[in-house]
């Protein structure tokens, strides 16, 4: 299974994912990202169509990739006692790994939500090893 690779997705794309397809997306290939060029575009043709959006910020290094979200978020959706020791945090900021914690995120997300929300994914790379691995591993007190 090729891992962390991207996708680089088109406002269509985007719009038309459903909750399966994007944990087929995050299963396969680690993480789905919009170029961000296309941002704008994106948000605009999901509007459109009576779509809401989230951004999802990612920061990515060659061998793994966070989704960073604030805390209480995840207390608030209720899920602070399923997110895994993979994951990691620093201040009121927890940086969701991408193989399973993003998946469980993005999953309360849609449950509260409703299926017309759409995530955009912006993504920040970098060749080196991230920070975030020094952070502290994620423990839900």
Not at 36 to 51: S, T
Not at 127 to 134: A, D, E, G, P
Request: aromatic share 8%; with cysteine; glycine share 6%.
């Amino acid at each position: 299974m090729a891992r962390h690779k991207h996708i680089h997705l088109t406002a269509e794309d985007i719009a038309n994912l459903n909750l399966s397809e994007i944990g087929l997306l995050l299963n396969r290939f680690g993480r789905a990202v919009v170029p961000e060029y296309n941002i704008p575009a994106v948000k605009a043709l999901m509007k459109e169509q009576g779509m809401k959006t989230r951004n999802i910020n990612m920061s990515c290094d060659p061998g793994h990739g966070w989704a960073k979200v604030k805390r209480r978020e995840l207390a608030k959706l209720g899920i602070l006692d399923k997110i895994t020791s993979f994951s990691y945090q620093k201040g009121d900021y927890v940086y969701l790994e991408e193989d399973m914690d993003l998946s469980t995120y993005l999953i309360a997300l849609k449950a509260q939500h409703g299926e017309n929300l759409r995530f955009v994914f912006v993504s920040t790379h970098s060749n080196k090893q991230s920070r975030i691995r020094n952070y502290t591993p994620f423990a839900a007190l």
